[in-house]
């Protein structure tokens, strides 16, 4: 079975500034900042070479991959 991956380009969404999203997500913006260059962490949009932002609903994904169910004991 084939894996399809749709990725929606939602234009009209608001985006974040790297500040904005690591106050979201509760890390620093050097982390996201190293995230993106070892190709982890959430989706984010190159406007040019520096200009960088984010998607909440690319937050909210990133974070929904990784919630965590306890394991019983």
Sequence with gaps: MT????????????????S???ELLQV???????WRVQGVGPRFIR???RL???RQSDIDEYL???IVAPRSA
Excluded at 3 to 18: G, K, Q
Excluded at 28 to 34: A, C, F
Aim: charged share 15%; net charge negative.
């Design 3 to 18: 894996s399809t991956t749709i990725i929606t380009t939602d234009v009209s969404a608001p985006t974040l500034t790297t």
């Design 20 to 22: 904005q999203a690591a």
């Design 28 to 34: 620093g913006t050097q982390t996201l900042s190293n």
């Design 47 to 49: 406007l040019d070479g």
């Design 52 to 54: 960088v932002r984010y």
């Design 64 to 66: 929904a991959e990784r």
